[in-house]
């Protein structure tokens, strides 16, 4: 069935119909970008709200951490004063061990008949030793021993011989001057 | 006047509009905005705040798994080995009695003056000795199993006829205990590898010396318990 429309409406009634549709569309519209708006603006209040709340939350908890901490503050320090000590004293004991290492080598290296009569090792672990020995072949075997690396723990850069003399009483004195590495 | 009310109707439909575009300008300037700033500072804040936490909780863990009974012995230990004052009687004395263990003869033992190096303080004890290298090289070997931390700084011998004489300067060493007070932020204070074989070579050195005072009863006589009898 066929419908007949006829719009018998001046023009003017026309023109201001959609005028006025316009205009409401553009109230809606800014109707929709306030309430947008306030609630943006309620939701970053709201987040900020929560947030200062773990802000909070985490100032308690680094506080509570804080006191538990001061409250073993006594252990802190033992701990502390523990590895301090260790570290010096691990600064210091190594401070000889070669000094000490070098005498036992010459020691170790002299013949049994040879004898010390001077012994001088110096804070740059320079040696001086002065020896009597009544055989030649005591005084090769030191040479050797002091030369051989296998032997002188690689502890030994150079052998200064110094001041061979025999008395008459057929002892040969004479002086090293060791350098060490 | 009626042409001020024909514009303004004419242009009411800008109204609503505006105000809602002064509202809303004024919200995001206001309100949205350093909101948002202030939004990410705080995160900041809180994200540092969270990594405190973090490491007090570690240390408060690091602190917990610590044994006290063990610490107390393990300082007593070093405090022997590097105490707090020079103690300068107590070493003598430790050394003399190693020299007598080397079978060395003390000729003369002083003390020289007190010295700083780095952090630690020393003193040197100047030792003259009669003896031959072998008891001296002992007497070194001693010196490793010392309960004091010490160290020689030179070694001289000398044998000229009248007697076998070895002079030894020996750093005696020893360190205060700082002022300063522990940041309670800075992680404990853990022992490495390293520490732990010296903190063992040090329970496996001897003992530390203790001088042991004896206390006798005299009896004396007292007399007559009435003196005018």
């Known amino acids: ?181 | 006047m009626d042409q001020i009310k024909f514009t303004f109707q004419q242009y009411s439909f800008l109204v609503i509009p505006i105000v809602v575009l002064v509202v809303s300008v004024s919200v995001v300037g206001l309100v949205i905005v350093p909101q948002l700033l202030s939004y990410l500072d705080t995160q900041k804040k809180i994200s540092a705040l969270n990594d405190r936490s973090t490491r007090l909780e570690t240390k408060i863990n690091d602190l917990n798994s610590l044994d006290s009974d063990q610490m107390s012995k393990d300082l007593q230990i070093l405090l022997n080995v590097l105490p707090t004052s020079p103690a300068v009687p107590e070493t003598v004395v430790s050394i003399q009695g190693l020299m007598s263990q080397s079978a060395l003869i003390t000729k003369n033992l002083n003390f020289g003056q007190l010295k700083q190096t780095g952090d630690n303080s020393s003193y040197v004890l100047n030792l003259t000795a009669l003896g031959q290298p072998p008891q001296l090289g002992l007497f070194l070997s001693n010196l490793d199993n010392f309960q004091r931390a010490v160290t020689v700084e030179a070694i001289r011998f000398s044998n000229q006829g009248d007697g076998a004489e070895i002079t030894l300067p020996i750093d005696a060493y020893y360190k205060t205990v700082s002022a300063s007070k522990i940041n309670p932020e800075q992680p404990v204070a853990k022992l490495n590898e390293k520490d732990k074989t010296v903190l063992q070579q040090l329970y496996s050195r001897s003992a530390p010396l203790v001088i042991n005072t004896t206390s006798e009863n005299v009896s004396v006589p007292l007399g007559k318990a009435d003196p005018f009898q």
């Open chain 1, 1 to 181: 069935m066929n419908k007949l429309a006829v719009n018998l409406l001046p023009t003017d009634l026309l023109e201001e119909k959609k005028q006025n549709l316009k205009f409401d569309l553009l109230r809606k519209v800014s109707f929709g970008v306030l309430v947008f708006v306030v609630i943006l603006g309620g939701a970053t209040v709201a987040l900020r709200l929560t947030q200062q709340s773990a802000l909070n939350s985490a100032n308690d908890r680094v506080s509570n951490d804080q006191n538990q901490v001061l409250a073993m503050s006594d252990k802190d320090s033992q701990a502390w004063l523990i590895k301090d000590r260790l570290t010096s004293i691990e600064g210091i004991l190594g401070g000889d061990q070669k000094r000490k290492q070098i005498y036992s080598l010459i020691m170790n290296l002299l013949p049994p008949g040879m004898q010390v009569t001077d012994l001088s090792l110096d804070k740059s672990n320079n040696l001086i030793i002065s020896l009597n020995t009544t055989s030649l072949a005591d005084m090769d075997a030191l040479f050797h021993d002091l030369a051989d690396q296998s032997k002188n723990q690689n502890l030994i850069s150079l052998v200064d011989f110094d001041g061979l003399s025999m008395g008459k009483d057929n002892v040969y004195r004479f002086t090293l001057k060791i350098k060490t590495n």
